[in-house]
């Protein structure tokens, strides 16, 4: 019997009341007869109501709240929904919809760029920041340093602005001042001052975007301009343009002056209750190191308490499933050991390493990963860090680089921009490690005692997300662990002045305190593919105190644990501590997949890579540096050799079994192609909104 076509189609009613039929599909579905063709009409009009019963429910949705349920779409589904019928096409492109649709896991392209420009001028922060990224880089599409300014000046304002971020893409030093990062710069200070008599903060976030892009540039006559800015970005209620202010009026060398710190105090006091990071832990570490600046103890503690208790909760309530990746943490915890060597070899701060790894926990809760595209958002969020809080940054070229060129160029580009869409702008959050240091400022303890508990707080980074965890809890039950493991009386662990200006008392944070003994020193120590332990916070614990934790660090056992609990009458009851379970269980390695075939590793003589400048932000150059240019000089050596030898490809048995010290990389993932297949954003339905018109 001849095949049977049928092309479905839908029903409905556009907005003029004109009753329409359109196919659901371009290309008809062929049956292999006429009965499997009649089978499914009857199936679908017993389902859909289509056939001359009922109609389907969706049709009888006002326009309002369809637009809602469209709104929340990818982009390439709503692309396909519209084709649907003519309501649904005219609904599809209203601007609320457009502000809201998704475009996880696509990249502009030549051919996408109309749409994502139309959603982004209807306020899409996604498509902002995406097609700002793209067009600054040259990836995906073609450069376009106009397109780019007005991209990344739109998404500014709609982040607000109390966490000003988009300088740190075009931040200084540029290759010439007609490169792309100058041009775009430009423009923010056209903008900004065609509109610095405005004395909203609709524009704070972009002065204070000029301010520090001018501040950066180190000469004297651009850090005065940029102080200029800072002042009218403060004045305009931009909390962290007050909290650089602060800091210019309180250098290093003037903290004896009592009088100008007390004033710079008072100044960024007038800040307090913005929503600035920064300005609320400065004050907070003020307060409990006693300098009030005029305000009262009571107000004081008020505001301190208010803090701690704003941050007893977790950045984010979302836990994406992260089917990929192991359930155990495994792979999480290999990354994050990775990036504290890292962290390591550039020297880069505490709060660098802190603030990577809170985006890359960020990523996982709202975003699923796979396991191969682990190491590459590990190494993109670091080069945002590094760009928001360090003088000298990672190139993008040198971040390809430290994954020994497992990725390339354009990959660590296209995550820089999902990483920045998910955080949309608010890079900097409190993270366990700010209350650690406050926690340690109030009861000043000594050097050793302050590197024994920022050793656990990094032990805690190795096994709880930052993203999932609260901040004021973590580092409460940190500083309660240290002190048991020194053997401290239980009813000094956490000192009356701590309950005073936290108002926690230890039964508040004893679940934590149970959770973070299970998982950092009741399971085993995860190993890599090749049986080493994982000892990167162990080592860099070594390297500031010139002591081996093993000589100065007795984790606490469950039983003290227990014990020293029951003694503040914080022990949980039986639901919130089950200690039959241990969920921080390690399995055995041979329940995940082998890494080891094609698995790559960063080679260990970091010296050879020396990077030349910022250069690798100009969009006219985009390859990735070949292995052979890597080096410089007679000590220059391939990267791809190196990889070779720490991955037993070539060399000795002597090499092959060199400790894990030797190298500063896990290897963690496989090679993949140039351009993972959620990247590549060919999809032809895209053009549909380029053509049309509202």
């Given at each position: 019997?001849?095949?049977?076509?049928?092309?479905?189609?839908?029903r409905s009613?556009?907005?003029?009341?004109?009753?329409?039929?359109?196919?659901?599909?371009?290309?008809p579905?062929?049956?292999?007869?006429?009965?499997?063709?009649?089978?499914?009409?009857?199936?679908?009009?017993?389902?859909?109501?289509?056939?001359?019963?009922?109609e389907?429910?969706?049709w009888?949705?006002?326009?309002?709240?369809?637009?809602?349920?469209?709104?929340?779409?990818?982009?390439?589904?709503l692309?396909?929904?519209?084709?649907?019928?003519r309501?649904?096409?005219?609904?599809?492109?209203?601007s609320?919809?457009?502000?809201?649709v998704?475009?996880?896991?696509?990249?502009?392209?030549?051919?996408?760029?109309?749409?994502?420009?139309?959603?982004?001028?209807?306020?899409?922060f996604?498509?902002?920041?995406?097609?700002?990224v793209?067009?600054?880089?040259?990836?995906?599409?073609?450069?376009?340093?106009?397109?780019?300014?007005?991209?990344?000046?739109?998404?500014?304002q709609?982040?607000?602005p109390?966490d000003?971020?988009?300088?740190?893409?075009?931040?200084p030093?540029w290759?010439?001042?007609?490169?792309?990062?100058?041009?775009?710069?430009?423009?923010?200070?056209?903008?900004?001052?065609?509109?610095?008599?405005?004395?909203?903060?609709?524009?704070?976030?972009?002065?204070?975007?000029?301010?520090?892009?001018?501040?950066?540039?180190?000469?004297?006559?651009?850090?005065?301009?940029?102080?200029?800015?800072?002042?009218?970005?403060?004045?305009?209620?931009?909390?962290?343009?007050?909290?650089?202010?602060?800091?210019?009026?309180?250098?290093a060398?003037?903290?004896?002056?009592?009088?100008?710190?007390?004033?710079?105090?008072?100044?960024?006091?007038?800040?307090?209750?913005s929503?600035?990071?920064?300005?609320?832990?400065t004050?907070c570490?003020?307060?409990v190191?006693?300098?009030?600046?005029?305000?009262?103890?009571?107000?004081?503690?008020?505001?301190?308490?208010?803090?701690?208790?704003?941050?007893?909760?977790?950045?984010?309530?979302?836990?994406?499933?992260?089917?990929?990746?192991?359930?155990?943490?495994?792979?999480?915890?290999?990354?994050?050991?990775?990036?504290?060597?890292?962290?390591?070899?550039?020297?880069?701060s505490r709060?660098?390493?802190y603030?990577?790894?809170?985006?890359?926990?960020?990523?996982?809760?709202?975003?699923v990963?796979?396991?191969?595209?682990?190491?590459?958002l590990?190494?993109?969020?670091?080069?945002?860090a590094?760009?928001?809080?360090?003088a000298?940054?990672?190139?993008?070229?040198?971040?390809?680089?430290?994954?020994?060129?497992?990725?390339?160029?354009?990959?660590?580009?296209?995550?820089?921009?999902?990483a920045?869409?998910?955080a949309?702008?608010?890079?900097?959050?409190?993270?366990?490690?700010?209350?650690?240091?406050?926690?340690?400022a109030?009861?000043?303890?000594d050097?050793?005692?302050?590197?024994?508990?920022?050793?656990?707080?990094?032990?805690?980074?190795?096994?709880?997300?930052?993203?999932?965890?609260?901040?004021?809890?973590?580092?409460?039950s940190?500083?309660?662990?240290t002190?048991l493991?020194?053997?401290?009386?239980s009813?000094?662990?956490?000192?009356?002045?701590l309950?005073?200006?936290?108002?926690?008392?230890?039964?508040?944070?004893?679940?934590?305190?149970?959770?973070?003994q299970?998982?950092?020193?009741?399971?085993?120590?995860?190993?890599?593919?090749?049986?080493?332990?994982?000892?990167?916070?162990?080592?860099?614990?070594?390297?500031?105190?010139?002591?081996?934790?093993?000589?100065?660090?007795?984790?606490?056992t469950?039983a003290?644990?227990?014990?020293?609990?029951?003694a503040?009458d914080?022990?949980?009851?039986?639901?919130?501590?089950?200690?039959?379970?241990?969920p921080?269980?390690?399995?055995?390695?041979?329940?995940?997949?082998?890494?080891?075939?094609?698995?790559?590793?960063?080679p260990?003589?970091?010296?050879?890579?020396?990077?030349?400048?910022?250069?690798?932000?100009?969009?006219?150059?985009?390859?990735?540096?070949?292995?052979?240019?890597?080096?410089?000089?007679?000590?220059?050596?391939?990267?791809?050799?190196?990889?070779?030898v720490?991955n037993?490809?070539?060399?000795?048995?002597?090499?092959?079994?060199?400790?894990r010290?030797?190298?500063?990389?896990t290897?963690?993932?496989?090679?993949?192609?140039p351009?993972?297949?959620?990247?590549?954003?060919?999809?032809?339905?895209?053009?549909?909104f380029?053509?049309?018109e509202?």
């Amino acid at each position: 019997m001849d095949a049977c076509t049928i092309t479905p189609s839908v029903r409905s009613e556009s907005p003029t009341g004109r009753r329409l039929s359109a196919p659901i599909a371009a290309a008809p579905h062929k049956w292999e007869d006429e009965a499997e063709a009649a089978m499914w009409e009857d199936e679908n009009e017993a389902t859909t109501g289509y056939g001359g019963g009922s109609e389907c429910l969706l049709w009888h949705l006002p326009d309002e709240l369809l637009m809602y349920i469209l709104g929340f779409l990818e982009a390439r589904d709503l692309t396909s929904i519209v084709l649907t019928c003519r309501r649904l096409f005219v609904l599809g492109q209203e601007s609320s919809v457009l502000a809201r649709v998704g475009f996880a896991g696509d990249w502009p392209t030549d051919t996408t760029k109309a749409l994502y420009q139309r959603a982004a001028r209807e306020g899409n922060f996604e498509a902002n920041m995406k097609l700002g990224v793209a067009c600054l880089y040259g990836e995906g599409c073609s450069a376009a340093p106009g397109l780019a300014s007005e991209m990344l000046m739109r998404a500014e304002q709609l982040a607000g602005p109390n966490d000003p971020f988009s300088w740190l893409l075009y931040r200084p030093p540029w290759s010439s001042d007609s490169c792309s990062k100058a041009l775009i710069f430009k423009d923010m200070l056209a903008l900004a001052e065609e509109n610095q008599n405005v004395v909203t903060r609709r524009y704070s976030g972009i002065m204070y975007c000029v301010a520090k892009t001018l501040w950066l540039q180190h000469d004297e006559e651009s850090r005065e301009k940029g102080e200029e800015w800072f002042k009218l970005a403060a004045e305009r209620g931009c909390g962290e343009a007050a909290f650089e202010m602060f800091n210019i009026l309180t250098p290093a060398t003037a903290t004896r002056d009592v009088s100008q710190r007390l004033e710079s105090i008072r100044y960024l006091r007038d800040h307090g209750f913005s929503a600035s990071h920064n300005v609320q832990m400065t004050l907070c570490n003020e307060y409990v190191r006693g300098n009030l600046a005029g305000a009262s103890q009571a107000a004081a503690v008020q505001y301190v308490r208010r803090i701690v208790e704003a941050n007893a909760s977790p950045a984010t309530g979302m836990r994406c499933d992260q089917g990929d990746l192991d359930r155990s943490g495994k792979m999480r915890y290999i990354l994050v050991d990775w990036l504290v060597e890292v962290a390591d070899l550039k020297q880069f701060s505490r709060d660098t390493l802190y603030m990577t790894v809170g985006l890359v926990d960020l990523f996982l809760a709202k975003q699923v990963v796979l396991r191969k595209s682990l190491q590459l958002l590990g190494i993109a969020c670091m080069v945002i860090a590094a760009r928001f809080s360090e003088a000298e940054v990672i190139t993008i070229r040198e971040a390809a680089w430290l994954t020994d060129n497992t990725y390339r160029y354009e990959q660590v580009v296209r995550t820089m921009g999902q990483a920045l869409c998910v955080a949309r702008g608010r890079l900097r959050s409190s993270t366990h490690l700010d209350f650690v240091r406050m926690y340690i400022a109030l009861t000043k303890v000594d050097f050793f005692v302050e590197e024994m508990m920022h050793y656990v707080s990094e032990l805690v980074l190795l096994f709880m997300s930052v993203a999932t965890s609260s901040p004021s809890l973590v580092a409460a039950s940190v500083f309660y662990l240290t002190q048991l493991s020194r053997k401290v009386p239980s009813d000094e662990c956490w000192p009356e002045a701590l309950q005073f200006w936290t108002s926690m008392s230890v039964a508040d944070f004893a679940p934590t305190v149970l959770e973070i003994q299970k998982c950092c020193f009741s399971s085993e120590n995860v190993k890599d593919h090749r049986g080493v332990e994982l000892k990167a916070v162990d080592e860099r614990y070594q390297k500031r105190t010139g002591r081996a934790v093993s000589d100065e660090f007795a984790p606490p056992t469950m039983a003290e644990v227990q014990s020293a609990l029951a003694a503040h009458d914080a022990w949980p009851s039986a639901g919130e501590a089950d200690m039959d379970e241990d969920p921080s269980e390690v399995p055995d390695e041979s329940t995940f997949a082998s890494p080891t075939p094609g698995w790559t590793s960063v080679p260990s003589d970091y010296a050879s890579a020396a990077q030349e400048g910022d250069e690798e932000m100009d969009v006219d150059i985009v390859d990735a540096m070949s292995a052979g240019q890597v080096g410089r000089g007679d000590k220059g050596r391939s990267a791809s050799a190196l990889s070779n030898v720490t991955n037993g490809v070539l060399g000795s048995g002597a090499q092959r079994r060199a400790k894990r010290s030797s190298s500063i990389t896990t290897p963690m993932v496989p090679e993949m192609p140039p351009h993972p297949a959620g990247f590549n954003s060919a999809f032809e339905g895209f053009a549909i909104f380029g053509d049309s018109e509202f």
